[in-house]
């Protein structure tokens, strides 16, 4: 049964005026497999060059918010040190004018104004020596070297703050904890005493706790300054992502539509030569047809 039904679709096929018609069929079966496999090839080109761009989007799209978290941290820093240095500079101010009157002399002392804030700041003083001793700021200072060159604003006002910083920061080795009883445990005698003495008056320049605060002044104001300069860095550094980002994004869009382009253009290019290989074989197949025909009116 098997044999007499392949036995008839040769027969099928080997009939003169079917020829045609499956050539017709096989061309069109040929074109699409070859439409189909381009476009597979195509599409494949095209989106392995999309995924590549894809994953450095995505790391850039990280390494973006790691970015603007740090820029976030030093930000806050930089506005709390602006914060601490007014509010000293205000409090100092207040103060001074306050000693200069006949009555302010007596009342507005060295321990008033001046070891609170040494008393405070010397508590984080472990932190500060530390991010000055690994190489903390030495190694932003490279960052901000290569990124604003040497001879720029930002490179010398980093270069002159932290030396500055690193030059006072032997402030922080001394120990005010000792003088906490002085600061919080105020009894009678030692307001009579300061009461009496004008050598505890603010107005005594060259005590030891007014020069640790002018460098505890010095200090935070180079901080700041430091800051500042890494702030900009980060900023500067965080357009920098925004634009990757922003041409990542558009790579990809222009490349998925010349993937459908491309496509497109294959297939009309396919499609006409389809055409022109139907238009010859007709033309090469019409003379035999009129043969045939001649002999069959002889």
């Known amino acids: 049964m098997r044999l007499f039904r392949i036995s008839i679709l040769l027969n099928t096929f080997l009939n003169k005026s079917n020829k045609s018609k499956f050539l017709k069929y096989i061309n069109i079966g040929i074109f699409f497999s070859i439409f189909a496999i381009s476009s597979a090839l195509i599409t494949f080109y095209i989106e392995n060059k999309i995924d590549k761009l894809e994953f450095s989007l995505t790391e850039a799209h990280i390494q973006q918010k790691n970015n603007k978290q740090d820029l976030d941290d030093f930000t806050q820093i930089k506005v709390l040190l602006k914060s601490i240095l007014i509010s000293d500079k205000a409090t100092t101010d207040l103060y001074e004018y306050t ?4 009555l302010g002399q007596y009342l507005i002392t060295v321990d008033d104004l001046y ?6 700041e010397s508590e984080g003083g472990e932190m500060y020596e530390e991010m000055s001793g690994d190489g903390f700021w030495e190694e932003f200072g490279q960052f901000v070297s290569e990124w604003f060159g040497k001879n720029s604003k930002e490179n010398t006002d980093y270069t ?3 030396e500055s910083f690193n030059k006072n920061i032997d402030l922080f080795k001394k120990d005010y904890e000792k003088y906490y009883d002085r600061i919080f445990n105020y009894n009678l005698n030692v307001v009579a005493d300061e009461i009496l003495s004008k050598e505890k008056s603010i107005n005594y320049y ?10 505890l002044e010095i200090l935070l104001l180079d901080m700041f300054i430091l800051f500042e300069v890494i702030e900009k860095f980060f900023y500067e550094l965080s357009l920098v992502y925004e634009n990757d980002i922003s041409k990542y994004n558009k790579e990809i869009v222009e490349l998925s539509n010349q993937e459908s382009k491309i496509i497109l253009a294959a297939f009309i290019f396919q499609f006409m030569v389809f055409i022109i290989i139907q238009y010859f074989e007709v033309l090469s197949i019409q003379p035999n047809k009129i043969k045939n025909a001649k002999r069959k009116f002889k």
């Open 160 to 162: 002159k703050a932290l």
């Open 206 to 215: 060259e005590h030891e706790f007014q020069k640790d605060n002018e460098k």
């Open 115 to 120: 070891l609170p804030a040494l008393f405070i």
């Open 99 to 102: 000693a200069s009157t006949i």
